[in-house]
């Protein structure tokens, strides 16, 4: 054993890959700096603010509470994998056309919390809306929008499923 | 800032667990869900030489039903103990308690082994742990042991678990069918950390209190027993009159400190009226009594 960089396989954004990490390296700062997909931002860095939340095998989790090489097998999926062909998602679009966000520091992470959100549950309620996004800190909108974005994402989605 | 260096090393069966254990003792450091400890590696607060994942070892998650109580492995995710049948039939405060423990990211990676052996002072389940007498199942190079959970917490972010040590399982006493279980707390925010809280087990036939155990948490280094307020409600049940001498006496037998979210005469006040909402909803009254 030694603290020398680990061999580790995993798929991100549908893609597998193999690379190697450190232990110490958290799964946030190797999706930033070895990954570059540069859309998952770090807030608080121990799990207070929700900016760095990705699935990690469908689950929401905040990036910066696990190594990387607790990855090892794992399906990531990160903001960036949200994009369609044809532009954005309905639910970044969504997010714009409700002015649900003004920095965008905190948005990758509440996409992916409400992302994961509407795969579960495609009709949530405002309170569901708001649970499920509790853990995602943001500093400028007042969440109201947000919250709003998240249900217009909803009814679109049950008018046209995707 | 950013953690710093350890080796790491996912052990696949326990007696490895308990080999490495043994050969690292207090250089070592099991993570479980990481949702407590790697935020304090973050801050470099903890810094292990060596971290043993349990996270790819096999026979640690489980919910079993046996008998008198329930068995949780020890990496049994707290969503999926708080979403289990078996919980919310058998041990219904336990369901109830892990419905506060934190947004949906942290939860579904949070176990119910990690958050008792982290023994955080605003963390729900130990104040769960020490109203229904839990015992704490412990294993090391030594064997297995069993701790009840009033000698198992000891202070912020200290137990029982001895370094060459880890908890293997957790029991949790079967609550009676008709029993009245409540958790209930008060955060600064939503799903935020809690500032105090209250874990409520009672047996009543009609008024009369035959059984009741009362922790509250966020008044002490670990949960603690409401022993005056339980004794007036053993003897004197739940009525109105009691519930409020029950109320007063929990407010003057906690001696909590303040801190940045709350004062102690805050806590102490919000003990009291926690403890007076849970009995009134016990005794079937409305909570605007």
Same mark, same amino acid.
């Given at each position: 054993?030694?603290?020398? $960089?680990?061999?580790?396989?995993?798929?991100?954004?549908?893609?597998?890959? &193999? /690379?190697? /990490?450190?232990?110490?390296?958290?799964?946030? %700062?190797?999706?930033?700096?070895?990954?570059?997909?540069?859309?998952?931002?770090?807030?608080?860095?121990?799990?207070?603010?929700?900016?760095?939340?990705? #699935?990690?095998?469908?689950?929401?989790?905040?990036?910066?509470?696990?190594?990387?090489?607790?990855?090892?097998?794992?399906?990531?999926?990160?903001?960036?994998?949200?994009?369609?062909?044809?532009? !954005?998602?309905?639910? &970044?679009?969504?997010?714009?056309?409700?002015?649900?966000?003004?920095?965008?520091?905190?948005?990758?992470?509440?996409?992916?919390?409400?992302?994961? #959100?509407?795969?579960?549950?495609?009709?949530?309620?405002?309170?569901?809306?708001?649970?499920? #996004?509790?853990?995602?800190?943001?500093?400028?909108?007042?969440?109201?929008?947000?919250?709003?974005?998240?249900?217009?994402? $909803?009814?679109?989605?049950?008018? &046209?499923? $995707? | 800032?950013?953690?710093?260096?350890?080796?790491?090393?996912?052990?696949?069966?326990?007696?490895?667990?308990?080999? #490495?254990?043994?050969?690292?003792?207090?250089?070592?450091?099991?993570?479980?869900?990481? *949702?407590? !400890?790697?935020? =304090?590696?973050?801050?470099?607060?903890?810094?292990?030489?060596?971290?043993? @994942?349990?996270?790819?070892?096999?026979?640690?998650?489980?919910?079993?039903?046996?008998?008198?109580?329930?068995?949780?492995?020890?990496?049994?995710? *707290?969503?999926?103990?708080?979403?289990?049948?078996?919980?919310?039939?058998?041990?219904?405060?336990? /369901?109830?308690?892990?419905?506060?423990?934190?947004?949906?990211?942290?939860?579904?990676?949070?176990?119910?082994?990690?958050? =008792?052996?982290?023994?955080?002072?605003?963390?729900?389940?130990?104040?769960?742990?020490?109203?229904? @007498?839990?015992?704490?199942?412990?294993?090391?190079?030594?064997?297995?042991?069993?701790?009840?959970?009033?000698?198992?917490? *000891?202070?912020?972010?200290?137990?029982?678990?001895?370094?060459?040590?880890?908890?293997?399982?957790?029991?949790?006493?079967?609550?009676?069918? @008709?029993?009245?279980?409540?958790?209930?707390?008060?955060?600064?925010?939503?799903?935020?950390?809690?500032?105090?809280?209250? /874990?409520?087990?009672?047996?009543?036939?009609?008024?009369?209190?035959?059984?009741?155990?009362?922790?509250?948490?966020?008044?002490?280094? +670990?949960?603690?027993?409401?022993?005056? +307020?339980?004794? =007036?409600?053993?003897?004197?049940?739940?009525?109105?009159?009691?519930?409020?001498?029950?109320?007063?006496?929990?407010?003057?037998?906690?001696?909590?400190?303040? @801190?940045?979210?709350?004062?102690? $005469?805050?806590?102490?006040?919000?003990?009291?009226?926690? =403890?007076?909402?849970?009995?009134?909803?016990?005794?079937?009254?409305?909570? %605007?009594?």
């Amino acid at each position: 054993m030694s603290d020398e $960089a680990v061999a580790i396989e995993l798929t991100v954004n549908g893609t597998r890959m &193999q /690379a190697q /990490a450190e232990p110490r390296m958290l799964l946030a %700062d190797f999706i930033r700096h070895r990954l570059h997909l540069t859309g998952t931002h770090v807030g608080c860095a121990h799990g207070a603010c929700g900016a760095c939340t990705v #699935l990690v095998n469908g689950q929401p989790a905040r990036s910066c509470l696990m190594f990387a090489v607790q990855a090892q097998g794992a399906e990531v999926m990160t903001v960036e994998a949200l994009e369609t062909p044809e532009g !954005l998602s309905p639910l &970044q679009e969504e997010f714009r056309n409700h002015h649900a966000l003004q920095c965008g520091f905190c948005t990758p992470g509440m996409l992916i919390s409400a992302h994961a #959100l509407l795969s579960e549950n495609p009709s949530p309620t405002q309170q569901e809306i708001r649970k499920a #996004l509790a853990g995602n800190l943001c500093r400028c909108t007042g969440y109201n929008t947000i919250v709003h974005a998240v249900e217009a994402t $909803a009814r679109r989605i049950r008018i &046209q499923p $995707a | 800032m950013k953690p710093a260096a350890f080796s790491y090393v996912a052990p696949k069966e326990v007696p490895e667990v308990v080999g #490495l254990l043994a050969k690292h003792g207090s250089d070592a450091r099991v993570i479980a869900g990481g *949702q407590s !400890l790697v935020p =304090l590696m973050n801050l470099r607060i903890m810094q292990p030489a060596v971290l043993i @994942d349990l996270n790819r070892c096999n026979g640690l998650d489980y919910i079993e039903h046996r008998g008198a109580y329930l068995a949780f492995g020890p990496m049994t995710r *707290q969503i999926v103990a708080m979403k289990s049948a078996l919980v919310r039939e058998h041990c219904p405060l336990v /369901a109830q308690a892990l419905e506060w423990t934190g947004p949906v990211a942290v939860r579904s990676h949070a176990t119910v082994g990690g958050t =008792l052996a982290h023994a955080d002072r605003v963390a729900e389940l130990p104040a769960v742990a020490i109203a229904l @007498d839990a015992v704490m199942v412990i294993e090391g190079a030594k064997g297995r042991r069993e701790v009840g959970a009033a000698d198992f917490f *000891q202070g912020d972010l200290t137990t029982a678990i001895e370094p060459e040590e880890f908890l293997r399982e957790v029991r949790f006493p079967v609550c009676k069918p @008709d029993a009245y279980t409540n958790f209930s707390e008060v955060s600064v925010r939503q799903e935020g950390v809690a500032v105090i809280g209250l /874990a409520v087990y009672l047996e009543s036939r009609g008024e009369k209190v035959h059984k009741v155990a009362l922790a509250a948490m966020g008044v002490d280094s +670990a949960p603690v027993r409401l022993r005056k +307020a339980e004794s =007036l409600v053993l003897q004197r049940g739940l009525g109105a009159g009691a519930v409020q001498e029950a109320a007063a006496a929990a407010c003057s037998e906690v001696d909590p400190m303040p @801190d940045l979210y709350a004062s102690a $005469a805050y806590r102490r006040h919000v003990i009291g009226a926690l =403890l007076k909402k849970a009995l009134v909803g016990a005794a079937g009254r409305s909570p %605007d009594e």
